[in-house]
């Protein structure tokens, strides 16, 4: 299982804060908390998405595999940034990896690829002890699977549309957990947060009212042709 720590950085009543930067281009009073919150959500409901890019969200994922990792770096928009530990100096011996559920429900599959893992970890170790390759060389074995800790910092606007993507249901089961952590870390911040969560963290077709992707799971029609 992993594990979502948002770090203190982190806005804590993203919706006033939207509110009070609109409000300085608007001339309005933003001393009023009231009032800040109220444009904040004006805001949002007339998809005026820049003011999003004010909110700033800083976090520690741990515990997800480095397959899971490497999608999450594709969302790009906003400039995000990141530092991932270190595969040079990884300990083999206990790397830890993700067991998808299908494998972990059947006995065989299960039992092969525990025993890759193992033979993974074995021949790292005999290649840097046995055959004097440098560690950094014999990681390059690591598989993707393996578990991984980063820092991570982006917008929220950024984190809006990751929802829109990765809670559809044609994306890796491992992101869609990790999209559920996620949300709930956040909605467990504050009730500005819990609110932005559950008003704007939905898959494509939850916002369109249809789905585009070629292989529909069927939760909404597909999209019109022509
Ligand atoms: C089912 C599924 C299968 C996938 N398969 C693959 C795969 O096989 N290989 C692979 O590499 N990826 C794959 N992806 C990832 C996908 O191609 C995108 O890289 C990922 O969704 C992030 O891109 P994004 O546009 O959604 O988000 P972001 O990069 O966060 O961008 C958000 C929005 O910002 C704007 N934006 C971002 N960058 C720019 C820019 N440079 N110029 C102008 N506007 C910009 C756009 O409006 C964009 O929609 C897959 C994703 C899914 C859900």
Same mark, same amino acid.
């Given at each position: 299982?992993?594990?979502?720590?948002?770090?203190?950085?982190?806005?804590?009543?993203?919706?006033?804060?939207?509110?009070?930067?609109?409000?300085?281009?608007?001339?309005?009073?933003?001393?009023?908390?009231?009032?800040?919150?109220?444009?904040?959500?004006?805001?949002?409901?007339?998809?005026?998405?820049? @003011?999003?890019?004010? @909110?700033?969200?800083?976090?520690?994922?741990?515990?997800?595999?480095?397959?899971?990792?490497?999608?999450?770096?594709?969302?790009?928009?906003?400039?995000?940034?990141?530092?991932?530990?270190?595969?040079?100096?990884?300990?083999?011996?206990?790397?830890?990896?993700?067991?998808?559920?299908?494998?972990?429900?059947?006995?065989?599959?299960?039992?092969?690829?525990?025993?890759?893992?193992?033979?993974?970890?074995?021949?790292?170790?005999?290649?840097?002890?046995?055959?004097?390759?440098?560690?950094?060389?014999?990681?390059?074995?690591?598989?993707?699977?393996?578990?991984?800790?980063?820092?991570?910092?982006?917008?929220?606007?950024?984190?809006?549309?990751?929802?829109?993507?990765?809670?559809?249901?044609?994306?890796?089961?491992?992101?869609?957990?990790?999209?559920?952590?996620?949300?709930?870390?956040?909605?467990?911040?504050?009730?500005?947060?819990?609110?932005? @969560?559950?008003?704007?963290?939905?898959?494509?077709?939850?916002?369109?009212?249809?789905?585009?992707?070629?292989?529909?799971?069927?939760?909404?029609?597909?999209?019109?042709?022509?």
């Amino acid at each position: 299982m992993g594990k979502i720590t948002i770090l203190e950085s982190t806005t804590k009543n993203p919706i006033s804060l939207m509110g009070e930067r609109a409000g300085v281009c608007w001339g309005s009073d933003i001393s009023d908390p009231k009032k800040n919150y109220k444009r904040g959500l004006d805001c949002l409901e007339s998809g005026h998405g820049r @003011v999003l890019e004010f @909110v700033n969200v800083e976090m520690v994922l741990d515990g997800y595999s480095a397959r899971v990792i490497r999608e999450w770096y594709t969302h790009l928009g906003g400039a995000p940034t990141r530092l991932q530990a270190s595969t040079r100096y990884v300990n083999y011996e206990n790397f830890e990896y993700i067991l998808p559920p299908k494998i972990a429900a059947n006995e065989e599959a299960k039992a092969l690829y525990e025993e890759t893992m193992r033979t993974i970890t074995e021949t790292c170790q005999k290649l840097e002890n046995g055959c004097g390759i440098p560690r950094e060389d014999a990681a390059l074995l690591l598989p993707l699977g393996m578990t991984t800790k980063i820092v991570d910092k982006r917008n929220v606007r950024n984190l809006i549309d990751m929802s829109h993507q990765r809670l559809c249901t044609r994306a890796y089961w491992e992101y869609r957990e990790l999209m559920r952590d996620l949300m709930a870390a956040l909605s467990g911040i504050s009730e500005e947060w819990a609110e932005i @969560v559950s008003r704007y963290f939905v898959p494509k077709c939850e916002l369109t009212g249809f789905c585009p992707e070629k292989k529909s799971c069927g939760r909404r029609p597909k999209k019109p042709q022509g």
